[in-house]
Nanobody, 125 residues
Framework: QVQLVESGGGLVQAGDSLRLSCAASGRAFSTNSMAWFRQAPGKEREFVAAITSSSSSTSTADSVKGRFTISRVNAKNTVYLQMNSLKPEDTAVYYC??????????????????WGQGTQVAVSS
């Protein structure tokens, strides 16, 4: 089992940067692929980025490509989302999620077994 706790959200201005962290408990972290999703008010949950267990492959949504970067440090049981050049449309609750398929970077949220509670990111114009 994996328990996930996100942190690093906040209120920023357009053009600013934030780094989100997701700390995982449990020995299974290093064997899980990980992802970030987000959900804005009144919208469905949206894939942001994913990374395989060994960091050999990543996937990033077109809407954030070139601005957001996912990474992980297995020794720290932590996955990160570096967000640069933030825009008001990036405002959402950001969730990290774990997938027991270590080689997957799927965008489908149903493939992720474990979810954090979310961290709010608000970007003002």
């Amino acid at each position: 089992q994996v328990q996930l706790v996100e942190s690093g959200g906040g209120l920023v201005q357009a053009g600013d940067s934030l780094r989100l962290s997701c700390a995982a408990s449990g020995r299974a972290f290093s064997t899980n692929s990980m992802a970030w999703f987000r959900q804005a008010p009144g919208k469905e949950r949206e894939f942001v980025a994913a990374i395989t267990s060994s960091s050999s492959s990543t996937s990033t949504a077109d809407s954030v490509k070139g601005r957001f970067t996912i990474s992980r440090v297995n020794a720290k049981n932590t996955v990160y989302l570096q967000m640069n050049s933030l825009k008001p449309e990036d405002t959402a609750v950001y969730y990290c999620a774990a997938n027991p398929n270590r080689y997957s970077t799927t965008t489908n949220p149903t493939n992720y077994n474990y979810w954090g509670q979310g961290t709010q990111v608000a970007v003002s114009s």
